[in-house]
C-alpha cells in the first residue's frame, strides 16, 4: 500500500509515492517513459526498518514541473529536503535504467548523505557520446529536433539497418518505441533537454568514492540489449565494492523476482 505526496521545489513540486515505515531511508527513480508506480513491486517487498519513497522525474507521472532544465542542484535540494521531512542523515539510492543515472549523478555529489546503491539495468555505467551529443551541443541539438520534427527518414534507415542485420530486434524496437507518436516525441524532446545535467562523471565519481567503501549493487539482465552486462563489467573494473548480480533476463528488471532479490541487499546498504 503506497500513499502520494509531494515536494515543493523552485520550478515545481515533485510528485513521490511512499511505501513502509521503517527508519532507513531509501529514494527511487524508474526509468524513461515509466513513473514511480513502476516501483509498486519494490515497495511491496521493502523489509521493515526501510521506508521507500519512489519519485516521478520531470516530464513524467504526477510531478508538476514549470519547465526548463531540471539541474544537477535541484536533485540535491530534492534528496536533502526528503531527508528533512524523514529525519535521515543517509540514503540508500534506488534505479531502474534512466534511474540509475540520476542514482550515479547523485552518489558523485553528495557520497556522505549515502548508504548503499541498487542499481537495476541502469543507464550511466559508460559515457553516452550520442545523448552527450544531441544535448550539449548546437549542432547535436539541431539534428535531434530535425529528427523528432520529421521522424519518417530516421524511422526508415532504422528499418534499414535491421534488414542489414546493422542493429538488433530490441533496439529498433526501442527506436520506433519512442518516434512513432507525435506524444511519444514531445516527451523525448522535453525530457532529454530537462535532464541533460543529470549525468554522472567518472572521474568525479572515483574522487567522490576514494576512501569510502559505499555498496554498490548492480542487477543487470544477461540479455539485455540496451544496457548490455559489458557495461557493468567495465564499472565494476573501475570502482570498488561493487556488487554484479547477472540474471536472466532482458532490460526489463523492475519485476517481482528482481524486485525480491533487490530487497534482500538493502540490509548491506546500513550505514
Same mark, same amino acid.
Given at each position: 500500500?503506497?500513499?502520494?505526496?509531494?515536494?515543493?521545489?523552485?520550478?515545481?513540486?515533485?510528485?513521490?509515492?511512499?511505501?513502509?515505515?521503517?527508519?532507513?531511508?531509501?529514494?527511487? +527513480?524508474?526509468?524513461?517513459?515509466?513513473?514511480?508506480? !513502476?516501483?509498486?513491486?519494490?515497495?511491496?517487498?521493502?523489509?521493515?526498518? +526501510?521506508?521507500?519513497?519512489?519519485?516521478?522525474?520531470?516530464?513524467?507521472?504526477?510531478?508538476?514541473?514549470?519547465?526548463?532544465?531540471?539541474?544537477?542542484?535541484?536533485?540535491?535540494?530534492?534528496?536533502? $529536503?526528503?531527508?528533512?521531512?524523514?529525519?535521515?542523515?543517509?540514503?540508500?539510492?534506488?534505479?531502474?535504467?534512466?534511474?540509475?543515472?540520476?542514482?550515479?549523478?547523485?552518489?558523485?555529489?553528495?557520497?556522505?548523505?549515502?548508504?548503499? *546503491?541498487?542499481?537495476?539495468?541502469?543507464?550511466?555505467?559508460?559515457?553516452?557520446?550520442?545523448?552527450?551529443?544531441?544535448?550539449?551541443?548546437?549542432?547535436?541539438?539541431?539534428?535531434?529536433?530535425?529528427?523528432?520534427?520529421?521522424?519518417?527518414?530516421?524511422?526508415?534507415?532504422?528499418?534499414?539497418?535491421?534488414?542489414?542485420?546493422?542493429?538488433?530486434? !530490441?533496439?529498433?524496437?526501442?527506436?520506433?518505441?519512442?518516434?512513432?507518436?507525435?506524444?511519444?516525441?514531445?516527451?523525448?524532446?522535453?525530457?532529454?533537454?530537462?535532464?541533460?545535467?543529470?549525468?554522472?562523471?567518472?572521474?568525479?565519481?572515483?574522487? @567522490?568514492?576514494?576512501?569510502?567503501?559505499?555498496?554498490?549493487?548492480? +542487477?543487470?539482465? $544477461?540479455?539485455?540489449?540496451?544496457?548490455?552486462?559489458?557495461?557493468?563489467?567495465? +564499472?565494476?573494473?573501475?570502482?570498488?565494492? *561493487?556488487?554484479?548480480?547477472?540474471?536472466?533476463?532482458?532490460?526489463?528488471?523492475?519485476?517481482?523476482?528482481? @524486485?525480491?532479490?533487490?530487497?534482500?541487499?538493502?540490509?548491506?546498504?546500513?550505514?
Amino acid at each position: 500500500m503506497s500513499s502520494s505526496h509531494y515536494i515543493p521545489l523552485p520550478q515545481g513540486n515533485a510528485h513521490y509515492l511512499k511505501y513502509g515505515a521503517g527508519p532507513g531511508l531509501v529514494l527511487g +527513480f524508474h526509468g524513461y517513459g515509466l513513473e514511480a508506480g !513502476s516501483f509498486e513491486v519494490l515497495g511491496n517487498v521493502v523489509p521493515v526498518g +526501510f521506508t521507500l519513497l519512489a519519485f516521478d522525474l520531470p516530464g513524467h507521472g504526477a510531478t508538476d514541473w514549470k519547465g526548463g532544465v531540471f539541474h544537477r542542484q535541484m536533485l540535491a535540494t530534492l534528496v536533502l $529536503r526528503a531527508m528533512a521531512l524523514y529525519g535521515a542523515e543517509k540514503v540508500v539510492l534506488a534505479g531502474y535504467s534512466l534511474g540509475g543515472r540520476v542514482c550515479l549523478t547523485l552518489l558523485e555529489m553528495m557520497p556522505e548523505h549515502v548508504s548503499g *546503491v541498487l542499481l537495476m539495468a541502469p543507464d550511466g555505467l559508460v559515457p553516452n557520446r550520442l545523448y552527450a551529443f544531441a544535448t550539449r551541443t548546437a549542432i547535436g541539438r539541431r539534428l535531434f529536433n530535425a529528427v523528432l520534427n520529421d521522424p519518417g527518414r530516421f524511422i526508415a534507415l532504422a528499418n534499414l539497418f535491421k534488414s542489414l542485420h546493422l542493429i538488433d530486434a !530490441s533496439r529498433h524496437k526501442f527506436v520506433l518505441h519512442y518516434l512513432h507518436t507525435a506524444e511519444s516525441r514531445e516527451q523525448l524532446r522535453m525530457v532529454w533537454a530537462q535532464l541533460a545535467d543529470i549525468v554522472p562523471h567518472v572521474h568525479r565519481l572515483q574522487h @567522490a568514492l576514494r576512501g569510502r567503501a559505499i555498496p554498490i549493487h548492480l +542487477f543487470m539482465g $544477461r540479455h539485455d540489449r540496451i544496457i548490455p552486462v559489458a557495461h557493468a563489467e567495465h +564499472f565494476k573494473k573501475v570502482f570498488g565494492n *561493487v556488487h554484479l548480480h547477472i540474471l536472466q533476463k532482458g532490460h526489463r528488471l523492475l519485476d517481482a523476482d528482481v @524486485a525480491a532479490q533487490v530487497a534482500a541487499t538493502l540490509n548491506t546498504c546500513t550505514p
